[in-house]
């Protein structure tokens, strides 16, 4: 079983819509991350929560909203999906400030 | 502003001969850099890393090359095999940003047979 898992693996929507994706690890980590990925760019970190109470604003937060409801989950919301929120979301686990990132394969969104 | 670049968005190398693999940073303060491998439809996957107090790190056929001077660093792939085309991309983090990861855009390889 993978370490990491994303629900839904693609997700079509339309404009307005709320749509939340799901991330699940088995890793035990403390660290979880959301990343989003724009075609010809890098990875760009959305939120990241460094424990259950722990919630921070990544560099581009506008839009979305998490939730960290245990150690092994950790939500991302789109309170109103618009279409330049489409790209592939990307949700990672870390157990220390340096440690390895492990990923999970990625969601693919698309906002019509 | 991209702090983390790499300038080539694709490389195409010969099976068995060294791949190389470039990365320019802006940040003076960037002390840990890392290199990730991503396959089609997977995650990106920890390659190798290396800190600013080091100038090479070296595992199996990867090695990390650290110019601070220049804000360059390199990863060499030898020999190059079939199962090493994916998309390379160069992260960056800072202590003082608690080692956030800023990405640079990636650098597909293609190796040839």
């Known amino acids: 079983d993978a370490d990491v898992t994303q629900t839904p693996r693609n997700r079509i929507t339309k404009t307005g819509k709320r749509i939340m994706l799901e991330c699940s690890q088995t890793?035990?980590?403390?660290?979880m991350y959301w990343y989003r990925q724009d075609p010809g760019l890098g990875l760009r970190l959305i939120y990241y929560?460094?424990?259950?109470?722990?919630?921070n604003k990544g560099e581009i937060s506008d839009g979305y909203s998490v939730s960290r409801q245990a150690q092994a989950k950790f939500s991302l919301s789109l309170e109103s999906a618009i279409p330049n929120q489409t790209a592939l979301y990307f949700c990672?686990?870390?157990?220390?400030?340096?440690?390895?990132?492990?990923f999970g394969p990625g969601t693919r969104l698309l906002v019509l | 502003d991209q702090q983390v670049k790499q300038n080539s968005p694709s490389l195409s190398v010969q099976e068995g001969r060294i791949s190389i693999l470039n990365c320019d940073y802006t940040?003076?303060?960037?002390?840990?850099f890392l290199w990730y491998k991503k396959y089609p439809a997977e995650g990106p996957t920890f390659l190798i890393s290396?800190?600013?107090i080091k100038d090479k790190n070296e595992d199996g056929r990867f090695t990390v090359f650290l110019n601070k001077s220049a804000k360059h660093l390199s990863l060499h792939i030898v020999p190059s095999q079939p199962g090493d085309s994916a998309v390379y991309f160069c992260?960056?983090?800072?202590?003082?940003?608690?080692?956030?990861?800023?990405w640079g855009a990636g650098t597909k390889l293609i190796i040839k047979p």
């Open positions: 890793k035990g980590h403390d660290r």
């Open positions: 290396i800190s600013s």
């Open positions: 992260a960056a983090s800072a202590r003082d940003s608690n080692y956030q990861l800023i």
């Open positions: 929560s460094f424990d259950v109470k722990d919630i």
């Open positions: 990672a686990t870390g157990g220390s400030a340096q440690e390895t990132q492990y």
């Open positions: 940040n003076s303060m960037f002390d840990y």
